[in-house]
C-alpha cells in the first residue's frame, strides 16, 4: 500500500468540566476514554485500512450491471464520504465480499486447478492417440 493510515494516538478524553463539579468526576473523565470512542475509531480504522486495500492497484476495468438496492449502497458511501465515487465504492464492496470468502475462493482455486491438470492430460491423451492412429 503506497499510503499508510496511522491511527491516532490514544489521548484521554477530557471533558470541560466546571470548578463547581466534583474533583472524583474530572479525574475518573481523564482517566479512560469512553469505550464507545475507542470502538468508533477502531472501525474508523479498519475502514480507512479497507478502502486503501480495495482501492490499491486499481489498474483493472469491469464493466458491471446493479440493481437499485446495491446503487443505493454504493451510493451512500459516496454520500457519507467514505469513498469518492461509485467506482470506489464497488471495488471496497468487492473486495471485502472476496475477503469475507476467503476459504471458499481457495476451495474454487484448488478444484479449478485440478480442472486445468485434467484439461491438460486429455489433451495430452488425444494428441498420444492421434499420432498413434496415424502410424
Do not use: C
Amino acid at each position: 500500500m503506497s499510503e499508510e493510515y496511522h491511527q491516532p494516538k490514544e489521548t484521554p478524553v477530557e471533558d470541560s468540566f466546571t470548578e463547581a463539579q466534583p474533583a472524583e468526576k474530572k479525574a475518573g473523565a481523564a482517566q479512560k476514554a469512553d469505550p464507545n470512542l475507542k470502538g468508533a475509531w477502531k472501525q474508523v480504522e479498519n475502514i480507512g485500512q479497507a478502502i486503501g486495500e480495495a482501492l490499491q492497484g486499481r489498474g483493472n476495468v469491469v464493466m458491471v450491471r446493479v440493481n437499485d438496492e446495491a446503487l443505493r449502497h454504493l451510493d451512500m458511501l459516496v454520500e457519507a464520504e467514505v469513498v469518492k465515487s461509485r467506482s470506489e465504492a464497488a471495488a471496497l464492496l468487492i473486495n471485502e465480499g472476496i475477503q469475507a470468502n476467503d476459504a471458499l475462493f481457495n476451495k474454487i482455486s484448488d478444484v479449478t486447478t485440478k480442472i486445468a491438470a485434467l484439461r491438460e492430460q486429455l489433451r495430452e491423451t488425444v494428441k498420444n492417440e492421434a499420432m498413434d492412429s496415424n502410424k
